[in-house]
C-alpha cells in the first residue's frame, strides 16, 4: 500500500486489471479520493498519487498503461477547474501514449485526453503543438475506433482554439509547415480543417502565415480526393477573398514565386488557380509585381497554346494574366534604374507605413528588369507551340516601343534570333516577327546601339537617307544585309517566303529605302546567279504587289528626281 499511496492495494489491482469495468471503477474511487484530497487541501498528497498513475502510463505492461490513462482523466475530473496546477503532469504522460504500439492504449489515451480537457480548457493550449502532432497522425490510424478517438478530441480541441484569445500562432508555424506535406489523405484532411478553424478566429490573422503554408496548401489542392481539393479550395478561396479586403500589409512577392511554380503544373486545378492569384496579385500588388514578370512569363504564355475545352478555363485565365502584365509595362521603366531597387514592398499599406511605402517611391523604386524578361522570350521564341512563339514576339514588341533605350542595349543577343525565326513554318509567327523587325530598324534608339556604326547610319547612300529623311536607323541596313543572306544560304526560303517577307516589310517600313537597300547589296553581290534570281524577284514584287503600290506609281510617273 505503502508503495501506491494514497491508493489502495484493491484500487490499483482494480485499475490495471485487463477488463475494462473494473479499472472504470477503479477511476471512479481515483476521482473520489482526488475531490476528498483537494478539499483537504492535500496538495502532496495529489502530486504522489499523479506520479503513481504517470508511472503506470509508462509501464511494459499494456493493461497497466490504460489504467494509467483512465486514472489521469480522473484526477482532472476530481479536481475541476483546479486540475491547471498539475496540467503538465496530466497531459504529457497522455500525450505519449498517442504514440504507443498498442491501438487500443492509443484509443485510451484520446479518451483520458478528452476528459483532461473537457476539465481544463485553455489550461492545455501549451501543449497545443504536442497534441496536434500526435492527432494528426492517429487521424491517419487504420484502425477506425482510435481514428474516431482522435476526431472526438479534435472537435473538442478546435472548440477551444476557437474560444481562446491566447493561441501561440507563432509557436504553432514550424509544425504547421511540417505537417501540411503529409502524403497520407486523412492527415491532409486534418491539417486543412485546422487552417480552416484558425482562419474564422477573429483574433488570428492567418495571413500573416499564408506564405509559410501556401505550397503546401497547392499540394493538397492537388489530392485524388475529390472531397480534399474541394476542401482545400475553399481554404485557399477564402484566403484570396482575405487579401482583397485586408487593411495590413500582405507580401505578395513571398508569395509569388510559389504561384509561378504552381501556375506549370500539370493538375488544371492547381494550375487555374495559381493563375488566378497571380492575375490578383497584379492587380493588388501593381509594379510591386514587376520583379517576377519574367518568371511569371515563362510559366503562363506557354498555356495560351491550350486548345481543348478542358483547358479552357487555364486558357483564359493566362490570356487575362498577360494582359495585366503588358499593362504594367510603363515609360518609366525605360529610365534609369534607380539605386534602391532591392526593397521588398508590402501592399497595400497601413496608415501607420504610407510614409515609407507611398505608392509613388514604389512606382519611382521599382522598374522591370528588362535582361531577365529578354532571356525568356529567347527560350520561348524556340517554344513547340505557335501560341507561344506569337505571345513572345508581341512582348519583344512591346519592350521596343515602351522601354526602347534599355531594350537596345541587349538587341545583339537578340536580334540574330529573330532574323532565324523568317524561318519559323507558321505565317502568322514570320509576320509578327517581321513586324518586330520593323520596329528594331525605325526605333530612335537603334542609333546608337549598333557596334561599329557612327550615330546617323552607316555610309552608305542608301542607309544615309533611310537615316535622315525616312526615319530608319542602322538596323535597317543590317536587317537588308541579313535578309539577302538568308536567301542566298536558303534558296527555298526565297522561293517560299520571299515575295511574303519583302511585302510585308513594305507596310511596315518605306519600300523605297527597302528596294534601295536590296539593290545596293546586289550590286557588291559577288555570286551572279543569286544576283539574277533575287532581281527577278524583286521585279516581280515591284510590278505585281499591291503593297509596293506607290512606289510603282512614282517610277510609273517619273516625276520626281529620286524616281
Not at 224 to 251: A, Y
Not at 281 to 288: E, N, Q, T
Not at 314 to 342: G, M, S, Y
Not at 351 to 378: F, R
Request: proline share 4%; charged share 25%.
Amino acid at each position: 500500500d505503502k508503495e501506491y499511496a494514497p491508493l489502495t492495494a484493491a484500487c490499483v489491482r482494480a485499475l490495471v486489471d485487463k477488463l475494462y469495468e473494473k479499472r472504470k471503477s477503479a477511476a471512479l474511487e481515483i476521482e473520489r479520493v482526488v475531490k476528498e484530497l483537494s478539499a483537504a487541501n492535500q496538495l502532496d498528497q495529489i502530486k504522489k498519487l499523479v506520479k503513481v498513475l504517470e508511472e503506470f502510463a509508462s509501464s511494459q505492461n499494456p493493461n497497466t498503461r490504460k489504467g494509467g490513462l483512465i486514472g489521469l482523466a480522473a484526477v482532472a475530473i476530481g479536481l475541476g477547474k483546479e486540475s491547471c496546477n498539475c496540467i503538465n503532469n496530466l497531459v504529457w504522460p497522455v500525450v505519449t501514449c498517442f504514440h504507443d504500439g498498442d491501438s487500443r492504449v492509443q484509443y485510451y489515451a484520446c479518451e483520458a485526453l478528452y476528459n483532461i480537457v473537457k476539465v481544463a480548457r485553455g489550461a492545455v493550449l501549451p501543449h497545443f503543438n504536442e497534441i496536434f502532432d500526435g492527432l494528426s497522425k492517429l487521424t491517419a490510424h487504420p484502425d477506425q475506433n482510435v481514428k474516431n478517438g482522435a476526431e472526438l478530441l479534435d472537435r473538442l480541441i478546435k472548440d477551444i482554439v476557437t474560444e481562446s484569445s491566447s493561441f501561440d500562432l507563432v509557436a504553432f508555424i514550424p509544425l504547421l509547415r511540417e505537417r501540411i506535406y503529409t502524403r497520407n489523405p486523412f492527415a491532409r484532411q486534418f491539417v486543412v480543417s485546422w487552417i480552416e478553424v484558425l482562419d474564422a478566429v477573429p483574433e488570428i490573422n492567418m495571413l500573416v502565415l499564408l506564405p509559410e503554408i501556401l505550397d503546401g496548401l497547392f499540394q493538397i489542392l492537388g489530392d485524388n480526393s475529390h472531397e480534399i481539393r474541394k476542401m482545400c479550395q475553399g481554404v485557399l478561396n477564402g484566403f484570396l477573398e482575405g487579401i482583397r479586403q485586408s487593411k495590413n500589409g500582405i507580401n505578395f512577392t513571398g508569395m509569388a514565386n510559389i504561384l509561378i511554380i504552381h501556375s506549370q503544373n500539370a493538375d488544371d486545378l492547381i494550375q487555374f488557380t495559381a493563375i488566378t492569384w497571380l492575375r490578383e496579385f497584379i492587380a493588388l500588388a501593381g509594379r510591386a509585381m514587376l520583379p517576377h514578370m519574367a518568371g511569371i512569363l515563362n510559366a503562363v504564355l506557354p498555356c495560351l497554346s491550350y486548345s481543348d475545352d478542358s483547358h479552357k478555363k487555364v486558357r483564359e485565365a493566362a490570356e487575362n494574366l498577360n494582359q495585366a502584365l503588358r499593362k504594367l509595362v510603363e515609360a518609366q521603366d525605360d529610365q534609369p534604374t534607380p539605386t534602391a531597387e532591392n526593397i521588398t514592398f508590402y501592399s497595400p499599406v497601413t496608415s501607420s507605413e504610407k510614409q515609407s511605402l507611398d505608392p509613388a517611391k514604389v512606382g519611382s523604386a521599382i522598374q522591370l528588369e528588362i535582361l531577365s524578361l529578354i532571356k525568356v522570350l529567347q527560350r520561348l521564341l524556340g517554344h513547340e507551340t505557335i501560341q507561344a512563339r506569337v505571345a513572345a514576339l508581341k512582348w519583344f514588341n512591346l519592350l521596343l516601343v515602351k522601354t526602347p533605350n534599355k531594350t537596345f542595349r541587349h538587341i545583339e543577343e537578340f536580334f540574330g534570333l529573330l532574323m532565324t525565326t523568317l524561318a519559323d513554318p507558321s505565317d502568322d509567327v514570320v509576320l509578327l516577327d517581321l513586324e518586330v523587325l520593323s520596329e528594331i530598324s525605325s526605333n530612335p534608339a537603334g542609333y546608337s546601339s549598333l557596334p561599329g556604326l557612327p550615330e546617323g547610319g552607316a555610309n552608305t547612300p542608301s542607309s544615309d537617307r533611310s537615316a535622315n529623311e525616312l526615319r530608319l536607323n542602322p538596323y535597317f541596313t543590317k536587317l537588308m544585309n541579313g535578309l539577302i543572306e538568308w536567301f542566298k544560304k536558303d534558296k527555298q526560303l526565297l522561293d517560299d517566303r520571299g515575295a511574303f517577307i519583302i511585302r510585308q516589310l513594305s507596310i511596315y517600313l518605306s519600300a523605297e529605302a527597302i528596294f534601295r537597300s536590296l539593290s545596293e547589296i546586289l550590286i557588291e553581290e559577288e555570286d551572279v546567279n543569286f544576283a539574277c534570281s533575287m532581281v527577278q524577284s524583286l521585279n516581280t514584287i515591284l510590278l505585281t504587289s499591291t503593297e509596293i503600290y506607290e512606289l510603282r506609281s512614282q517610277l510609273k510617273e517619273l516625276a520626281t528626281e529620286e524616281s
